[in-house]
């Protein structure tokens, strides 16, 4: 089996062996490989870059729900822009949350995710909370911000910006997040590695911070996003998710009460400690 290559960026590569081949197709969108990797388990590829692996899936899709849900405290409506895996909505739908909407441009890749990743969504595409639609999520959320419509959550579970992630990392969907937000609102985006991915870090840091009152990021590595720990961006005009009180996140982790594998309120704490070299 020839490995799975990821050239994200022109100098480095990540190999993966394929050990089983479970599924592949040209979408409209992008080329979907589902395979078996042994220390991975099933992975997902897209356009020859790891989207999720089962055997770390849980470290980026807690890290991407739990933090803002737990420091909002009052979350009830979600958006989650991508996300096709159904990873995400598997950990917001955790919380007592009225309802989840989820754009996911590639229908392909929900029918795959359910057919072969079932282990990744555990029942999310079942609840009845979720409501799924195929369509571009920029487009969306420029309808959205003509609405009524609010969100109190907008997660941008994307790919990195290629194809059709391009839009997703643009100014004017920020501009349509930021309106699509209700009081109080708060928008996390996956925001890639920022070691090998550096200008996207900077570009869309900068971006959110000028158009926000209050803009960062937080951290956790991810095994399969080669090249350094994973940046997750988020913005608000209400909280400051990076004035952290661990007492408060503790009652807010109890009242949720639920073990999770991977966040607790002394890593979610630790996820905002910006390294140096990262501070914008
Ligand atoms: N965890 C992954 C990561 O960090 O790169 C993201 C996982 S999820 C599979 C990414 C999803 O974003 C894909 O299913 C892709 O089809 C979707 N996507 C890309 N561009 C989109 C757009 N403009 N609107 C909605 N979904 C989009």
């Known amino acids: 089996m020839i490995p799975s290559r990821e050239v994200l960026n022109g100098d480095y590569k990540q190999l993966m062996r394929v050990d089983r081949e479970i599924h592949v197709t040209q979408t409209p969108y992008q080329n979907l490989q589902i395979f078996e990797n042994r220390t991975f388990g099933r992975v997902l590829a897209l356009d020859g870059v790891v989207q999720t692996t089962e055997a770390d899936e849980f470290i980026y899709h807690e890290m991407l729900a739990h933090p803002p849900i737990l420091a909002h405290g009052g979350v009830r409506k979600v958006l989650i822009i991508g996300g096709g895996d159904g990873g995400c909505a598997e950990e ?63 997660i941008i579970d994307s790919t990195d910006p290629i194809g059709p992630g391009v839009v997703l990392f643009e100014d004017a969907f920020y501009t349509d997040c930021q309106r699509v937000l209700a009081p109080g609102g708060i928008l996390v985006t996956q925001n890639g590695v920022p070691f090998v991915q550096r200008l996207q870090y900077q570009t869309t840091g900068a971006t959110r911070a000028k158009l926000f009152r209050h803009a960062g990021f937080y951290f956790a590595t991810v095994p399969s996003y080669c090249g350094g720990p994973l940046a997750f961006g988020w913005a608000s005009d209400t909280l400051d998710l990076a004035q952290l009180d661990l007492a408060q996140l503790e009652a807010a982790h109890d009242r949720f009460g639920t073990t999770l594998r991977y966040y607790n309120p002394l890593v979610h704490l630790g996820a905002f400690a910006t390294p140096n070299f990262l501070r914008l």
């Open 92 to 154: 917001v739908l955790k919380h007592d949350v009225e309802t989840v909407v989820m754009v996911e441009i590639d229908g392909a890749v929900v029918a795959a995710a359910k057919a072969h990743l079932a282990m990744i969504s555990n029942g999310a595409f079942d609840d009845p909370r979720l409501s799924l639609i195929i369509g571009d999520g920029a487009r969306y959320m420029q309808s959205m911000a003509q609405s009524v419509e609010r969100f109190d959550l907008i």
